[in-house]
T-cell receptor, first 111, second 118 residues
Framework: DQQVKQNSPSLSVQEGRISILNCDYT??????FLWYKKYPAEGPTFLIS?????DKNEDGRFTVFLNKSAKHLSLHIVPSQPGDSAVYFC??????????FGTGTSLTVIP | NAGVTQTPKFQVLKTGQSMTLQCAQD?????MYWYRQDPGMGLRLIYY???????DKGEVPNGYNVSRLNKREFSLRLESAAPSQTSVYFC?????????????????FGPGTRLTVL
């Protein structure tokens, strides 16, 4: 059973606007969350992370928000750029054990 | 600095054939991982090696074996390939075991091996 879910397989956004990618999880014991970005024919690359003691982490244009009560994670990209077009995976881990990945959301930023 | 390299990039097997997927990293990382990516399933951990000399099962280990040959290399073997093992396989490495609360646990991924089993 999928412990980490990304319910939107795809998202299209105009260049310069905000992109919001969502992720839900079922295991309340998860304490560390990450977002990865993947271009076609390449491996995923790390984007940003957040631990469960925080509710927000920011890195340049990328901000991750964590709502533990709702078991919900979101990634905001502001402003969106065409180079951001990729598949985005969220992942979660419990106390140093393996990461569980979501199914991915394909983001297209339209120039 | 090549990062994480995987060979081969593509492979077609017949059911029952065996093969080994090779992975090497040049970042002096302690931990290495094998994932598979299937449509609608995301990335799933097959096996991992927290450090040289140790290996552990992940979420979907059945049908696979691994060898941590040395600190740099981590191979994945399919002894008798089945069509259900058609997938894209990713190797990854990290300085320390991913999942630990540390900025050093970032996983670096290889470019992937696309495997088709007929």
């Amino acid at each position: 059973d999928q412990q980490v879910k990304q319910n939107s397989p795809s998202l299209s956004v105009q260049e310069g606007r905000i992109s919001i990618l969502n992720c839900d999880y079922t295991n309340s014991m998860f304490d560390y969350f990450l977002w990865y970005k993947k271009y076609p024919a390449e491996g995923p690359t790390f984007l940003i992370s957040i631990s469960s003691i925080k509710d927000k982490n920011e890195d340049g244009r990328f901000t991750v928000f964590l709502n533990k009560s709702a078991k919900h994670l979101s990634l905001h990209i502001v402003p969106s750029q065409p180079g951001d077009s990729a598949v985005y995976f969220c992942a979660a881990s419990e106390a140093g054990n393996q990461f569980y990945f979501g199914t991915g959301t394909s983001l297209t930023v339209i120039p | 600095n090549a990062g994480v390299t995987q060979t081969p990039k593509f492979q077609v097997l017949k059911t029952g054939q065996s093969m080994t997927l090779q992975c090497a990293q040049d970042m002096n990382h302690n931990s290495m991982y094998w994932y598979r990516q299937d449509p609608g399933m995301g990335l799933r951990l097959i096996y991992y090696s927290a450090s040289e000399g140790t290996t552990d099962k992940g979420e979907v280990p059945n049908g696979y074996n691994v060898s941590r040959l040395n600190k740099r290399e981590f191979s994945l073997r399919l002894e008798s390939a089945a069509p259900s093992q058609t997938s894209v396989y990713f190797c990854a490495s990290s300085r320390i075991l991913a999942g630990l609360l540390s900025s050093y646990n970032e996983q670096f991924f290889g470019p992937g091996t696309r495997l088709t089993v007929l």
